[in-house]
């Protein structure tokens, strides 16, 4: 399993930037970003994977959000912008050795502790 570390949640308003960070103790096949608002399921934002070098994302957040890594690539962030209010949630790295896939958080082996995104109207 991989160790794993989000920074960088907090509040804005609509229309605003946030960007998460996610720090890892080893490089991951795949390395996703995962969301999970009050009462509802975990949602597959994006992922990205360095070995296959390609990214994807959930059609709620495409154009919106950008995923990448550092050339380390034990660094994940995810660039957030045109906020909407339905992107609150709790935010959550994951890692895993794939299939690198949004739809299924089973996937993932380890799991950050979250970090809190609030975007108010």
């Known amino acids: 399993q991989v160790h794993l570390v989000e920074t960088g949640g907090g509040s804005v308003q609509a229309g605003g930037s946030l960007r998460l960070s996610c720090s890892a103790s080893?490089?991951?096949?795949?390395f996703a970003w995962f969301r999970q608002a009050p009462g509802k399921e975990r949602e597959g934002v994006a992922v990205?994977?360095?070995?296959?070098?390609?990214?994807d994302y959930s059609d709620s957040v495409k154009g919106r959000f950008t995923i990448s890594q550092t050339n380390a690539k034990t660094m994940l962030t995810l660039q957030m912008n045109s906020l909407k209010p339905e992107d609150t949630a709790m935010y959550f790295c994951?890692?895993?050795?794939?299939?690198?896939?949004?739809?299924?958080?089973?996937?993932?082996?380890?799991w950050g502790q979250g970090t809190q995104v609030t975007v108010s109207s």
């Open positions: 994951a890692a895993g050795v794939g299939p690198c896939d949004l739809a299924r958080p089973q996937n993932y082996n380890s």
């Open positions: 080893s490089v991951p096949t795949c």
């Open positions: 990205i994977s360095p070995i296959w070098r390609r990214s």
